[in-house]
């Protein structure tokens, strides 16, 4: 499954995120908790160095007095279990608890250490105090021993506090990076949509303003539509020079057959130069179909290509260029138009291709497939609402319902016994798709084939 730029960009911002948060985490917790020890570490021996008030000498012997000296007046803020212990130097107990552990050290310096005592961890001193007046000057053992639980409990406040600073501060990043991706992003959504606006046929460069980092792709873009521009050009030129190269040969090919069929006296020898020429002229036919074919897809025409023009004289032209050929088969032909102009953007060279394929279609296939057609082709070109239809209909015999979505391919023949290349109405389909425009085939009022053809209007200022 293909992940968006977007989706990429969010997990590695939240990925790193969440490692530095977790490491925040985890070095602060590392740092609360020495800052935390050290300082009740520090109250803890405040509370042992209290003991030195309350010993003193009596008959040769180290006393201690407790009568109004608190346990909770030690100095370690109040929080947990407090337990003490204070023995002479001979290691009799003075007052506490017996079995209050010391550190495994014999040095008489002061020193921290963990241990467990009645089932609770406890953080404990031990330290020597000297006692004034005793006769021996050997120091009294003091252990001081804290439980835990109010350094993990404000351990635990602080962590608490900083989890939620860090998810808050998290949080705005994260939307922060979101605002950022966001906008980063719009040069590739105007990118893309200026892409999808466009025709297959626009290969114009595009002029988006970009940053510096999106137009290197955007050159590469124009790179390519310039290549592949070039390329329907190479395409157009080799149509023109096979166009040519075919032409001339079958042309005098044509030209041979007649003369010698004009010299010829033998009577299947005439039949047979007879043939040549109609299939000569089928195949110039074909010829020119299949390059008219090639030139009107719709991929090989540029859009900006297309010009300004009335198309009331382009169909004119097309109508006149065919009469003279209608009126020898027997066929009428009526062009319908008010006298106004018609404006549409166009390339008028295949528009007259449009109509003079649709008027050939009706006049060669209109009687049927054993039948010659006589009767009246219409040519009728209009306004409505925004959108020009030229449309083209007989009289005929029409096509059935179920070929109607297959005339528009290439080489599709209603049947197949009729002359005819199959190319026609796939050439009118063509140009329309090239146009921009709407391609409808039905039946027409006198129960013919109607064609019509709807451009969209071009206003002229």
């Known amino acids: 499954m293909r992940q968006s730029i977007r989706a990429r960009l969010i997990l590695w911002f939240i990925l790193p995120l969440i490692i530095l948060l977790s490491l925040s985490l985890y070095v602060s917790r590392v740092v609360f908790a020495q800052r935390i020890d050290n300082s009740f570490d520090s109250l803890l021996q405040m509370g042992a160095e209290r003991f030195e008030e309350r010993l003193f000498v009596s008959e040769g012997d180290v006393r201690i007095n407790m009568h109004y000296f608190s346990v909770n007046s030690l100095g370690t803020g109040g929080q947990g279990k407090l337990f003490y212990r204070v023995k002479d ?50 120091p009294v053992e003091v252990i001081v021993a804290e439980s835990r639980e109010g350094r993990e409990n404000l351990l635990e406040a602080f962590l608490s506090n900083l989890l939620g600073i860090n998810l808050a501060l998290g949080i705005s990043l994260l939307g922060i990076a979101l605002f950022a991706i966001h906008k980063g992003l719009i040069p590739l959504k105007r990118i893309e949509r200026a892409l999808h606006q466009r025709s297959a046929q626009d290969l114009s460069p ?31 030129q080799f149509n023109a020079d096979v166009s040519h190269q075919l032409r001339t040969p079958i042309a005098e090919i044509s030209v041979l057959a007649e003369m010698s069929k004009k010299q010829c006296n033998d009577p299947l020898l005439t039949q047979y130069l007879q043939s040549i020429c109609k299939t000569t002229e089928y195949a110039a036919r074909t010829t020119q179909q299949l390059l008219k074919y090639a030139k009107t897809k719709s991929d ?31 066929q009428e032909l009526e062009f319908i138009a008010k006298d106004k102009p018609f404006f549409i953007r166009c390339d008028p060279i295949m528009v007259q291709w449009l109509l ?31 959108s020009i239809c030229l449309s083209v209909e007989d009289e005929g015999v029409g096509i059935p ?35 921009n425009a709407h391609l409808h085939l039905d039946r027409s009022a006198q129960g013919g084939l109607s064609v019509a053809v709807t451009f969209p209007l071009m206003s002229i200022d």
């Open 89 to 138: 130097a001979h290691g009799r107990l003075l007052t506490g608890f017996e079995g209050l552990q010391g550190p495994q050290t014999l040095t008489e310096e002061a020193v921290f250490y963990d241990t467990v005592f009645a089932g609770t961890e406890l953080r404990a001193l031990r330290l020597f105090i000297p006692v004034r007046g005793s006769t021996t000057g050997s």
């Open 206 to 236: 595009l002029q988006e303003k970009v940053p510096n980092e999106v137009q290197a792709l955007v050159d590469s873009i124009n790179h390519l539509m310039i290549k592949i521009k070039q390329n329907m050009q190479h395409i157009q």
């Open 300 to 330: 090989l025409v540029d859009p900006s290509a297309l010009t300004p023009q009335d198309l009331q004289p382009i169909c004119k032209e097309a109508c006149a260029r065919l009469l003279n050929r209608l009126i020898k088969r027997g």
């Open 356 to 386: 003079t394929n649709l008027i050939d279609n009706a006049s060669m296939h209109a009687g049927g497939p054993y039948a010659l057609y006589h009767g009246m082709i219409r040519v009728r070109l209009e306004q409505i609402d925004n």
């Open 401 to 435: 319902d179920d070929a109607i979505a297959h005339v528009t391919e290439r080489f599709y023949r209603v049947n197949r016994d009729e002359k005819g290349s199959g190319l026609g109405l796939s050439i009118v389909s063509q140009v329309a798709q090239s146009h």
